[in-house]
T-cell receptor
Framework: DADVTQTPRNRITKTGKRIMLECSQTKGHDRMYWYRQDPGLGLRLIYYSFDVKDINKGEISDGYSVSRQAQAKFSLSLESAIPNQTALYFC?????????????FGPGTRLTVL | GNSVTQMEGPVTLSEEAFLTINCTYTATGYPSLFWYVQYPGEGLQLLLKATKADDKGSNKGFEATYRKETTSFHLEKGSVQVSDSAVYFCALNARGGSNYKLTFGKGTLLTVNP
């Protein structure tokens, strides 16, 4: 089984709809992250969480919110989706120890907003 | 701020050709440097990393050396295979207070033809 899983893998929705993307991990890592990937732009950080009670905005948090329901679960919500949020979304995790600078990614969720 | 610049693709090679993907960075202090690979339809996987000057990261025949004097971390492989076709991302992680954050380059698409 994969260490970092994301659901759904693909989603098509309409402008104005609320969408939740879910991420679960079995790596036992404390830190979790949400990124979006756009062609030619690399990956950009949306939100990150160091533990259940510590959630922080990344570089492009506008229009997004997150919830850290447990150490293993980190959800990303789009309250009112818009077409320019069409992208590939990745969840990632990292440990607190010696390799804290290494992040492990899920398979991604492809979101299309019409 | 921190930034990563990598050569633009796409790069198309024949099997067994030599590969170089250039990566340079701008960062305060001494970041850790990474190459991540994204195979079609999958999430990012760590390919190799280096944490200090003159370190060489290596994996699956790929190598990259942390060159502080030229602020570079070029990816090389002596003989590519069709299975190496993927998008390659150079990234850095700053040390100290902001060591949660990975800064990515825009990615380089590599296609290897038989």
């Amino acid at each position: 089984d994969a260490d970092v899983t994301q659901t759904p893998r693909n989603r098509i929705t309409k402008t104005g709809k609320r969408i939740m993307l879910e991420c679960s991990q079995t790596k036992g890592h404390d830190r979790m992250y949400w990124y979006r990937q756009d062609p030619g732009l690399g990956l950009r950080l949306i939100y990150y969480s160091f533990d259940v009670k510590d959630i922080n905005k990344g570089e492009i948090s506008d229009g997004y919110s997150v919830s850290r329901q447990a150490q293993a679960k980190f959800s990303l919500s789009l309250e009112s989706a818009i077409p320019n949020q069409t992208a590939l979304y990745f969840c990632a995790t990292s440990d607190l120890g010696q390799n804290t600078d290494t992040q492990y990614f899920g398979p991604g969720t492809r979101l299309t907003v019409l | 701020g921190n930034s990563v610049t990598q050569m633009e693709g796409p790069v198309t090679l024949s099997e067994e050709a030599f590969l170089t993907i250039n990566c340079t960075y701008t960062a305060t202090g001494y970041p850790s440097l990474f190459w991540y690979v994204q195979y079609p339809g999958e999430g990012l996987q760590l390919l190799l990393k280096a944490t200090k000057a003159d370190d060489k990261g290596s994996n699956k025949g790929f190598e990259a050396t942390y060159r502080k004097e030229t602020t570079s971390f070029h990816l090389e492989k002596g003989s590519v295979q069709v299975s190496d076709s993927a998008v390659y991302f150079c990234a850095l992680n700053a040390r100290g207070g902001s060591n949660y954050k990975l800064t990515f380059g825009k990615g380089t698409l590599l296609t290897v033809n038989p």
